[in-house]
């Protein structure tokens, strides 16, 4: 049996474990495309409760622990897989109430309630993920109470069952053994039940990571990165004139142009040596001499200035109608104000707004039903939470993209009713047809494509379609990929690392590859991660 204490002690040492060991469950997702990784998502929802956790005294009961922990892991839920924690933690708050200590019989009901509260808000459960882990944890320990009550015994079992179930998801996802890991979320699931297992068996919390050491400063202070096409009036031996700047740590030349890596005093003149060669793709410049605690010192300084952005004075609903939307970049955002959205949340696929961002929005939109539009397919179940505590009518229409957010808007009529707009909007998903252009943030053989660290993909509805160094090429093929006979309307919106005369060529080279019919326009998005996000509608 365990009291309050212990509950709190082993959710806080659960929390640390994870949020101590992020970046190696960041590490394990199969998509190369730069994200808003598991590890971190999934650190920061249970990090959120552990805060509120630790503002309790040691005289508590576990029905009391549990509560607090599941409201904060429900503010702070961030991604699909913060989310389903948050799910697995207000169920298991659900077993614990009324409750001033728990048996092992209580722990394993109460872990069976949050799974399958889990379970029932994912639409189309994907066996070999974190909902498998869960389950196969709480059968074990159900199966184990019939013999052993004791907390130590149940906890043991579902550590060591989820570890067990861990190890066999490569076999339930052939994704997962293709690439030759096990699942994130699962991943991350097994370190939090570790950090619990800590404090039932042997009473030691796990702490938090001491901060890394300084790094001792680089023989060279920078090291620039850049995808190069070739020009017409291209360096001789390029290799060689901008090797004679630094280090060469990697270089690759094509038929179209080259790939370059090196670590250099000078960037300035190896980035002008590389002009002279061709047009600049994929730059990016990074100071190696700052430490590590400089570094996280500007990062948590970043962080802190988006939170306030998501700071918001609620308001009494004062009009009928009104609209939430999630992106990033303040181009896409003025085009949603342009549309009417009264309250634009900050984020994106490299920053999942956590539950809390999202309700924050609702709660300062003035009307009597608020519109939600995620825009990202890992974003759509926070919004929907955020609904359920809302304290006034929330519609989350499900969009996955920009694209598909913007028409969404664009079909709104203010005389119609709820259910009539929340059909047309619905409606509208399908209408477009999205295509993304980023850069693989690791090596990694995916989906029968080898893709190097850098290198350009182009993605048709969130599935990679190409890859390459060849900006141009990859967004016209990208563009004819997602045209219909149907297309009226291609529309380009270039990101915070575009020039405008950059996006003019490329909407200029993709009018050029289509009919004649089809208008192409550009507009400025200045989201981050995606050089290009083209529709087709």
């Known amino acids: 049996m365990i009291n309050g204490k212990q509950l709190r002690d082993a959710f806080i040492s659960g929390a640390n474990n994870l949020c101590n060991r992020k970046a190696e469950v960041d ?260 100071n190696m001499s700052l430490s590590h605690t400089e570094m996280k010192t500007e990062f948590d300084a970043k962080a802190e200035a988006k939170e306030e952005k998501f700071t918001y004075a609620p308001v009494d609903p004062s009009i009928e109608y009104g609209f939430v939307s999630v992106c990033a970049g303040k181009g896409l955002s003025d085009v949603f104000a342009d549309l009417g959205c009264d309250n634009i949340v900050s984020g994106g696929q490299t920053m999942n707004p956590s539950t809390e961002d999202i309700l924050a929005a609702v709660q300062a939109t003035p009307a009597k039903t608020v519109f939600v539009l995620p825009n990202n397919k890992n974003i759509i179940m926070a919004a929907a939470q955020a609904a359920e505590i809302a304290d006034r009518k929330v519609v989350v229409i499900p969009s996955r993209t920009v694209p598909q957010g913007i028409s969404a808007m664009l079909s709104y009529d203010p005389d119609a009713s709820v259910e009539d707009n929340t059909n047309a909007m619905n409606e509208a998903l399908s209408s477009v047809c999205t295509g993304q252009v980023t850069f693989a943030a690791r090596d990694s053989d995916f989906d029968g494509h080898k893709i190097k660290e850098g290198e350009l993909l182009a993605m048709k509805e969130g599935k990679m379609v190409y890859t390459g160094v060849d900006m141009e090429l990859i967004c016209t093929r990208l563009a004819k990929a997602l045209v219909t006979k149907e297309t009226s309307m291609v529309t380009v919106y270039y990101g915070e690392d575009v020039s405008e005369e950059q996006a003019e060529e490329i909407r200029s080279a993709i009018e050029s590859k289509l009919p004649s019919s089809i208008e192409v326009g550009a507009i400025y998005g200045g989201q981050p991660v995606y050089y290009y996000i083209i529709s087709a509608e």
């Open 27 to 286: 590490a394990l997702n199969v998509f190369p495309v730069p994200d808003g990784d598991t590890g971190t998502n999934m650190s920061m929802t249970i990090g959120n409760g552990a805060k509120e956790l630790e503002k309790l005294g040691d005289d508590v009961t576990v029905e009391e622990v549990a509560k607090v922990a599941a409201g904060g892991f429900l503010r702070g839920a961030r991604g699909n897989s913060g989310v389903i924690l948050s799910l697995l933690f207000r169920g298991f708050s659900k077993g614990m109430k009324g409750k001033e200590t728990a048996t092992g019989a209580d722990i394993a009901a109460a872990f069976k309630l949050g799974v399958d509260a889990a379970y029932k808000a994912v639409m189309k459960p994907t066996e070999g993920t974190i909902l498998t882990v869960a389950r196969c944890a709480a059968e074990k320990a159900a199966e184990i109470v019939k013999y052993d009550d004791s907390t130590i015994a149940v906890t043991y079992g579902m550590y060591i069952q989820s570890r067990r179930t861990l190890a066999q998801t490569p076999e339930m996802l052939p994704i997962l053994k293709k690439s030759g890991v096990v699942d994130a979320g699962g991943q991350g699931l097994v370190y939090i039940f570790e950090g619990i297992w800590s404090v039932i068996s042997e009473g030691r919390m796990i702490m938090p990571k001491a901060a890394e050491e300084p790094v001792k400063a680089a023989s060279y202070a920078y090291c620039v990165e850049a995808i190069v096409k070739r020009g017409e009036n291209a360096t001789e031996n390029f290799e060689k004139a901008i090797s004679a700047y630094g280090e060469m740590v990697d270089y690759t030349e094509g038929t179209i142009g080259a790939k370059f890596h090196i670590h250099t005093n000078e960037p300035g003149k190896v980035l002008t040596e590389a002009l002279a060669y061709g047009s600049l793709y994929a730059t990016k410049v990074e």
